[in-house]
């Protein structure tokens, strides 16, 4: 298998008859899907969605690719071809259509709803393309194929890519239910025919690589949710993704089997669901949803509260119920459903969430102890069975973590792949296809651009460093006044911390020390203020070190009067 290495430089000129693969993200890390595809000067865009911030990345809000690699090549994007409307698929879009609004976005039925009510929040206006299964749309020297795929979210499609230099088939995200709720299960013969066609570069799922067997049917978490409803007194609250329109069917079908209105509650679950509904993706039985506002009005034994949250996020409706900052409570008597899978770096977050609710009374049921979700990604089993069907010449495992990325590719191998012919990169590796065969050629620069309320791109990596170490190892302020002439302190130093489990009184040792070396460093006649700062930051670093074993941020100011 070709792993990229570090010492990676920039890639060579592209050639003519070659085709460009960059992963911008998604290879290493679950979230933020994005790959670009680079033909004649030409470029295909296939998702773009974010990632959501873990514990390190104290308040961030969202997490984009790096667009800095085709910045200055908007113009030569023919299209964003989205696979379906998962965050992690579409979130970065209206990020990306700020550099240019014109960029037509392609995607099915349900995906372009989800991504015209996104971008209307953002104030633009899209130019789309609806494309369905089966239908084959030419963008420039781009051929695209759509293939219907089964995922947890309906409308789902994975995509061949044909130019001169061969055919991609990029899976998006898909699992082979062969049972799911809407009937509309992954086209295996579609499959069938593009590996007798001939696939040069198979761009496969990978997150559930290391799961062996196949997926539970999501017809089997129907019952589950029905029994845990029967079981079920008070309040029922169901945290999922806003997008999970199949769970939150089944969620409506067991409200109404057992005589319970459901509230969606959030703005995205309400957008979403609305969407589904009215596009006839979500069967609603008559009188069930009811508005928040009548929630009072009902018993607990005949409510279910629908809400996001399911990934502990600190702000979704599930936390602040937690943390009991929201108008919904629960108490005891009342349950809890997780209906989702938990994505890796959420789990202290998840866990989190789950004491404060069961701290409050509620029981918690979730998918370590109960079967109330099942993941919408390949499993080994299924993985083995598209190789095999496909029989493609180079693959390239993608969404995933490196551990997946990995497991995906030794699956390959297994069904007869050459190990040379699996392509393990990660987020900013250049592949080049041609002649059939795809190798490794360089990396481009691809860094976390973060999102931090409405700032896009300036928060870095030393800011996060600045914020963690405030939260960790707290804040220490230093003001002193010094004669310029006799070089002596004539004011303070005033110290003020924050983060201590001392008092400032703690402090008071360690000032003579400050004064001493204060008016040391001053004797210089050429010391300036800054100077000053710099010995008064090291002799009081050195002290908190030594004294109290912590290294906060330390803010000193020095005037010379």
Known sequence: ?????????????????????????????????????????????????????????????LILPDFSYIADRMDDVEAIVLTHGHEDHIGGVPFLLKMRSDIPVVGSRLTLAFI????????????????????????????????????????????????GAGTILHTGDFKMDQLPLDGRITDLRAFARLGERGVDLFMVDSTNAEVPGFVTPERQIGPTLSSVFGQSEGRIVVASFASHVHRIQQVLDAAYEHGRKVVFVGRSMVRNMGIASDLGYLNVPHGVVVDLKDVHSLPDNQI????????????????????????????????????????????????????????????????????VHVSGHASEGELTYCYNILRPKNVMPVHGEVRHLIANGAIAVKTGVPAQNVILAED?????????QARIVGAVPCGYVYVDGSAVGTITEAELKDRRILAEEGFVSIFAVVDSNSGKVVAGPQILARGFAEGDEVF??????????????ASNQNADAYQLQQVMRRTVGRWVSTRLRRKPMIIPVVVQA
Do not use: W
């Open 1 to 61: 298998m070709s792993h990229p290495q570090p010492d990676l430089e920039l890639p060579p000129a592209l050639e003519d008859g070659t085709l460009r693969i960059v992963a911008l993200g998604g290879l290493g890390e679950i979230g933020r899907n994005m790959a670009v595809l680079e033909y004649l000067g030409r470029l295909l865009i296939i998702d773009c969605g974010v990632l959501f911030p873990e514990d390190h990345q104290p308040g961030v809000d």
């Open 428 to 436: 900013g590796v250049v592949v080049d296809l041609s002649d059939g």
């Open 304 to 371: 279910v509260l629908m809400c996001t949250g399911s990934q502990g996020e600190p702000m979704a409706a599930l936390s602040r119920i937690a943390n009991q900052s929201h108008k919904i409570s629960v108490g005891q008597g009342d349950t809890v459903i997780l209906a989702s899978s938990l994505i890796p770096g959420n789990e202290n977050a998840v866990f989190r969430v789950i004491n404060g609710l069961m701290r409050l009374g509620a029981r918690v049921v979730h998918s370590g102890n109960a079967k």
């Open 116 to 163: 015209e009510a996104k971008l209307k929040e953002h104030r633009i206006t899209p130019i789309t393309r609806m494309v369905k299964e089966d239908e084959v749309v030419t963008f420039g020297d781009f051929t695209c194929e759509f293939v219907a795929v089964n995922h947890s979210i309906p409308d789902a499609l994975a995509v061949a890519v044909t130019t």
């Open 508 to 521: 008071d040792d360690i000032k003579p020390q400050i004064v001493a070396a204060l008016e040391q460093a």
